[in-house]
């Protein structure tokens, strides 16, 4: 069956340290995005791609940079980790271009910064 | 800022119990809706996937509406069941270019056996 990976699951970093969140899906879908869950806020986009190459900032990037060098993977970097960005993330998918597709999750990352 | 409303947070009903689940939202220039279950430490299952020019749609007990000039949408559960325990969210995605989904915070639900 089709899924989305995220790995790790857990992990904790120090303030300041380059952090790289995994996800990888076998949808073969173009559209990849990532979200931060936390309590009071909801769910939040930070990046989202359409296709191989395609990057666009969501609502919470400051921090934050992806790439797509193929369908599969859209790794998450925090560039130099903040308290601010413990947090839950989730990789999202879905298959249409015009977004009136569901959208498939990952089971998460847990990120804490210490 | 587009605001998407879930009440009450938290609700708690005896197994066999037919429920609704409500959400609102401040636009109605709505593309699609999309219901989502999250069981703890788990990601987001999407239940159903309303389209702007849909009233409803159905999956085994689950049913949703979708009313666009009221800007609500329900989550209805036939004879709920203790699996059923979950958080419920919904997310509108709004037409026009950008289509950006907003999520409610979504509705705590517990079946009591």
């Known amino acids: 069956d089709a899924e989305i990976t995220q790995s790790p699951r857990h992990k904790i970093t120090e303030t300041g340290r380059q952090v790289t969140l995994a996800c990888h899906q076998t949808?073969?879908?173009?559209?990849m995005f990532w979200y931060r869950q936390d309590l009071g806020h909801g769910l939040r986009l930070i990046h989202y791609?359409?296709?191989?190459?395609?990057?666009n900032k969501g609502e919470v990037s400051d921090g934050y940079s992806v790439s797509r060098s193929n369908t599969e993977d859209l790794p998450l970097t925090l560039e130099s980790a903040a308290s601010s960005q413990t947090s839950v993330y989730f990789c999202a998918s879905s298959e249409s271009r015009t977004l009136n597709s569901p959208l498939h999750f990952g089971n998460g990352t847990r990120l804490t910064v210490t | 800022k587009q605001e998407v409303t879930q009440i009450p947070a938290a609700l708690s009903v005896p197994e066999g119990e037919n429920l609704v689940l409500n959400c609102s939202f401040t636009d109605s220039a709505i593309y699609n809706l999309q219901w989502f279950r999250q069981d703890p430490g788990k990601g987001l299952t999407s239940l159903l996937l309303?389209?702007?020019?849909?009233r409803e749609q159905t999956s085994g007990r689950l049913n949703a509406s979708l009313d666009k000039s009221s800007g609500r949408s329900t989550l209805y559960i036939a004879a709920s069941q203790p699996g059923d325990s979950a958080t419920y969210l919904c997310?509108?995605?709004?037409?026009?270019?950008?289509?950006?989904?907003?999520f409610g915070s979504g509705t705590q639900l517990t079946v009591l056996p």
């Open positions: 309303i389209q702007s020019s849909q």
């Open positions: 997310a509108r995605r709004a037409s026009g270019s950008a289509r950006q989904l907003t």
């Open positions: 791609s359409y296709g191989v190459q395609d990057t």
């Open positions: 949808w073969n879908h173009n559209n």
